[in-house]
């Protein structure tokens, strides 16, 4: 139980387009799903927290409408890198947290990995 | 959220126990310890968490001293599959709050 599955696994996209990723939480409900960026040897850096029917809160520095969150129902939040560049290639993890005996724990997606060429 | 300190990288035999430590010198009385692993290329994963007692799952064994301000993770029979990064992070449970990685233990087992 408490599977969170992300899509795509990997992309590979050209300098200034968009691309979208899935988060989604399979086998449980989640109000508050989280998104974390990850560079090669560094470790998870979270991006914003995501409120199921509210705007996401960004941490510092992270801007808002270049990575838009989007968490439309209870068991899907997406992110979408906006003008992708060169430096946005990275690995991106979500996060989901449960609702009940386990609420204490949270359950990370498989990642994705964004290729900006 | 308390920081933590963990060494950089650590070796194990394969088949010898992994006693990976992390001190929390600034946990409060209100958060838990959690232990989570990063294998190469894949998200994290949950092994175990605790917040005074010592506590033992499928995977792992969490030792939290007396005074809280600092933990050992025990694998008892570490495998090849065991290689990863370690985090160790202290939270409040039973919130909305973030979890914040910090840097974490490149744990190696060798054959």
């Known amino acids: 139980g408490a599977v969170v599955s992300q899509h795509p696994s990997w992309v590979i996209c050209k300098s200034g387009t968009s691309v979208k990723i899935e988060c989604r939480s399979l086998?449980?409900?989640?109000?508050?799903m989280f998104w974390y960026r990850q560079f090669p040897k560094q470790s998870l850096m979270l991006m914003a927290t995501s409120n199921e029917g509210s705007k996401a809160t960004y941490e510092q520095g992270v801007e808002k409408d270049k990575f838009l969150i989007n968490h439309a129902s209870l068991t899907l939040s997406t992110l979408t890198v906006t003008s992708a560049h060169p430096e946005d290639s990275s690995f991106y993890i979500c996060?989901?947290?449960?609702?009940?005996?386990?609420?204490?724990?949270?359950?990370f997606g498989q990642g994705t990995r964004l290729t900006v060429v | 959220d308390a920081k933590t300190t963990q060494p950089t990288s650590m070796d194990c035999a394969e088949g010898r126990a992994a006693n990976l430590p992390c001190n929390h010198s600034t946990i409060s009385g209100n958060e838990y310890v959690y232990w989570y692993r990063q294998i190469h290329s894949q998200g994290p994963q949950y092994i175990i968490h605790?917040?005074?007692n010592n506590e033992t799952n499928e995977m792992a064994s969490l030792i939290i001293t007396e005074d809280r301000k600092s933990s050992t993770l025990i694998l008892p029979h570490a495998t090849l599959r065991d290689t990863a990064v370690y985090y160790c992070i202290v939270r409040v449970a039973n919130t909305g709050n973030q979890f914040y990685f910090g840097t974490g233990t490149s744990l190696t087992v060798i054959p």
């Open positions: 086998d449980f409900q989640a109000t508050t």
């Open positions: 605790g917040l005074k």
């Open positions: 996060s989901a947290r449960t609702q009940g005996p386990r609420n204490t724990e949270a359950f």
